[in-house]
């Protein structure tokens, strides 16, 4: 059985695909999402007495028109709930009691086994050497780089060594996608309500979500389908309206231009001369600019409707995992290496790696191994969908020197041909002069 396909890049999310090769549930479109208003959702019949594809009427109101959106009533409202609360919400398969703080892992469906194939055929590369010329240049431009560093040392040192090699960059990238759900809720403005009266919701891995590039970061959030419900806001209790915190629901506040001391002081001819405050005549208090004398403001949970629409939002989260391997032999620090160019000799990407096991280099090939199969283990709340390995040849040359009777090296690498110099021997502080 071969790894399921990756999701093609494209729009977000896109709509009609299979997600990952799984098939949706069997009567639902693909996606999950309901169909046009006044159909059926996926040959789930509507519930007796509600019409096909809308929201169920409240009380009085006949059936297929939209509630209406002044926070006066709310289907099946609870008296005693507050934000936070997941009384009287329905509960759905595959998704738990999912509440509304943090978030729910989904576990990923067990990933299809797949044919060992063969390791695959390398042609690997071999990186420059360079001159002692070029090397001396390349010291020159380093020592060009550092404003405090003379340049007599680089041009009249006697280079009695050239030792050129090969380091290589080994990078293993897995790109995961992790899945969580909570419950939201948001203002319910009259909108059309994709309840559960429209069917039942796809499982959460049937949901079909694509990233828009490999081996990037993203995060998506969209709602599940078929989980949205109406209900009363907990805040203001449907009322759409809240106490304003600053005045205390009273309408005043203290005054901004006297600070509340009902008047001003100015000095005027070498003397202190207090001033009835003309803003809040002499009361120390005046009308609290928040509510405007209100006392109360607009509900911030519903945004002063009354009501709200909760449902369950799944959070998808792509992230691309990179672990590495440097084999550098020479007495330079190996992570200078990982940020500068080489030679690529090798790049392979698969929905499931096979190791690197024939380069001549045994520690390369074992360390592959190693990072593959790690990779297997590492993420087992997310489903892996592409990996990446990239085996770079960094040139590496070891340059032994002697100036003034003092003998040491330097180091020149990369493409770039970076220079890594900790002992030159003319360095100085700032304010030195170097002749």
Known sequence: ???????????????????????????????????????????????????AGGYPSPQGQPAGQAPSGDGASAPEEVADYRPGDTSGLKTFEGYGNV??????????????????????????????????????????????????????????MEMKDINPSNAFHYTLETFCEGRTTARTEIPY?????????????????????APTQQFSDQVYKLPVPHTAEVRMCGMCLGGGFVRCNRCHGVGRDTCSHCS???HTVHYRDGEHHHEHCHRCHGTGRDTCGRCHGNGRVPCPHCKGQGR?????????????????????????????????????V????????????????RQVNDNSVRLVEAAKRAHPTERQLQQRQILRAVPVTEVDYKFKDRA????VYGMQRKVHAPDYPQQCCCGCTIL
Do not use: H
């Open 260 to 262: 509340g001391r009902g």
């Open 99 to 156: 509440g509304f703080e943090g978030g729910s892992f989904l576990p990923p469906p067990p990933p299809p086994s797949y044919d060992e194939q063969q390791a695959p055929s390398m042609d690997f590369g071999q990186a420059a050497n360079i001159t002692a010329e070029e090397a001396r240049a390349a010291l020159l431009s380093y020592v060009a780089e550092n404003c405090c560093y003379g340049k007599g040392a680089a041009e009249q």
């Open 308 to 344: 709200v629409k909760a449902f369950i939002e799944m959070t998808i989260t792509f992230k691309n995992y990179v672990t590495d391997y440097i084999l550098e032999e020479t007495a330079m620090p190996d992570e200078l290496i990982r940020d500068v160019s080489g030679v690529e």
């Open 408 to 411: 040491s090296k330097f180091w």
């Open 1 to 51: 059985m071969s790894y399921p396909p990756q999701q093609a890049a494209g729009g977000y999310p896109p709509q009609g695909q299979p997600a990952g090769g799984y098939p949706p549930p069997q009567g639902q479109p693909a996606g999950g999402y309901p169909p046009p208003q006044g159909q059926p959702a996926g040959g789930y019949p509507p519930p007796q007495g509600q019409p």
């Open 189 to 209: 403005l009259g909108d059309a309500v994709d309840g559960p009266f429209n069917g039942p919701p796809p499982m959460p891995w049937d949901i079909t979500c």
């Open 346 to 361: 090798f790049n392979q990407s698969m929905p499931q790696l096979w190791p690197i096991t024939t380069f001549p280099v």
